[in-house]
């Protein structure tokens, strides 16, 4: 058994977030690693990824191997809004000068996960898959390591001079510190899984701006009562279909999470159509609890990246984009303070905060204005504008495409000269 190992960094977690964090770091010559306590390939959810990610993937340099993969291409977002015909169609192709490539990809996250932690070894990054880390160890207020070792074994001591927390929903640093916040006006619970053989559109039919990708498809978003349905087509003839509903609201539908999740798609005629000849491959899956927000990111010598500072909603798909970002722009910080004397202080580390919170702060308020337009049912609401309202629909475009840096919510009420009091702005 490994005794008191000392490494320059531990990261917590082989996620996207942890991952992003690990591969710079290493790449910057440090010496790095990164417990993940799962086998690899696993299941994992939040499919729909963004045209941001681009710039993100160039800097690791992955992405010539997520190209190679052969995800499917995603163009757009389709927005359903109760019943309302046409549908809002957002095509990052509209205004392709924000961003790298206007399209990006839908993937199955146990391979795209697996492309990123393979990266990551490739890069040097020492790669512990199957550990557990069972405490993040403190001296004074400082973190000094962490205890890990293979699941179900004996674990040892691994002193690091600084700790990141990339754990996900488990958020190991926030939990010890009381730090975990839920958000009540986000108490929503999600029933997902994957079909075989559902319909899918001809991306001519719907790719109205630039090259149309053949096999190309958008991610569907669609109202339903209580809450909204999303319709997400991946290789293999393979749709993963989701609901996120209202907490309340579920328990009105039924006692299991497959009656909830067939109620709920019986409220949607358009996803009940695609679905009426396919398959259902996977048990039904449930996210509970979905909002959360720790009340800081970041301490002496440690950092929170991905869904162990936060989660997401997921109705505009920010989670990887979020996650990937944080990672990187965590890595920056702790590469400053190697560069200031091995400085990682909570002073010296808040400039990661600060930078991330910035984009948060942007799609958490996109998203509670989201569901204040489902709870009014809000006919009239700003993305239906975004047809007749061209600066609308460019703000909304860049937003939805993960510019979180180029266009904030007060813009695009400005846009649709829409007060801001119409909305919930928190």
């Known amino acids: 058994m490994l005794q008191h190992e000392h490494f320059d960094v531990v990261v917590i977690g082989g996620g996207p977030a942890g991952t992003s964090a690990a591969i710079l770091l290493a790449k910057a010559g440090k010496h790095v690693v990164l417990f993940e306590r799962s086998a690899f390939p696993r299941f994992h959810i939040g499919e729909s990824l963004l045209p941001a990610c681009w710039e993100i993937w160039r800097r690791l340099g992955v992405t010539t191997k997520i190209e190679a993969e052969g995800f499917t291409v995603k163009q ?60 993040v160890l403190f001296e004074d207020g400082l973190a000094i390591g962490v205890t890990a070792g293979p699941n179900n074994k004996l674990a040892t001591t691994i002193y690091s001079l600084v700790v990141i927390d990339a754990s996900g929903r488990d958020s190991l640093i926030a939990r010890k510190l009381g730090w975990r916040q839920p958000l009540p006006d986000l108490n929503k619970v999600s029933h997902f899984t994957h079909f075989k053989g559902a319909f899918r559109r001809n991306p001519h039919d719907i790719v109205t701006f630039g090259e149309v990708i ?27 279909v989701g609901v996120v509903l209202d907490t309340r609201y579920s328990k009105k539908l039924g006692d299991s999470p497959q009656t909830c999740f067939d109620k709920a798609i019986a409220n949607c005629n358009c996803v009940s159509d695609w679905l009426s000849e396919a398959t259902q491959i996977m ?21 929170l990246v991905g869904d162990a500072s936060m989660f997401v909603d997921p109705v505009f798909s920010a989670g990887v984009t979020l996650a990937m970002r944080s990672g990187v722009l965590a890595a920056d910080a702790i590469l400053d303070g190697f560069a200031n004397g091995r400085d990682f202080s909570a002073d010296r580390l808040s ?16 998203i509670y204005n989201w569901y204040r337009i489902l709870e009014r049912k809000d006919a009239n609401n700003i993305i239906l504008r975004s047809r007749q309202i061209p600066m609308l629909r460019e703000q909304f475009i860049v937003l939805l495409s993960g510019g979180y840096d180029k266009v904030t919510i007060k813009q695009i009420l400005a846009a649709a000269d829409e007060p801001t009091s119409t909305y919930l702005i928190k």
């Open 283 to 303: 048990d039904i899956k449930t996210i509970s609890s979905i909002g959360y927000l720790n009340e800081h990111f970041h301490g002496d010598g440690f950092v």
């Open 76 to 135: 757009g977002i389709n927005f359903g809004m109760f019943n309302q015909k046409p549908d809002v169609v957002l095509l990052t192709a509209e205004y392709p000068e924000y961003f790298e490539r206007p399209y990006t990809y839908h993937v199955e996250r146990a391979r795209f996960d697996e492309i990123l932690l393979e990266h990551a070894e490739e890069c040097g990054v020492i790669v512990r898959r199957e550990w557990s880390v069972s405490e």
């Open 214 to 240: 053949d096999g190309s498809v958008t991610t569907d978003i669609h109202t339903i009562d209580g809450g909204w349905v999303w319709y997400i087509p991946l290789r293999d003839n393979i749709t993963s």
């Open 351 to 366: 400039q990661y905060e600060k930078c991330i919170r910035k984009p948060m702060d942007n799609i958490f308020k996109m």
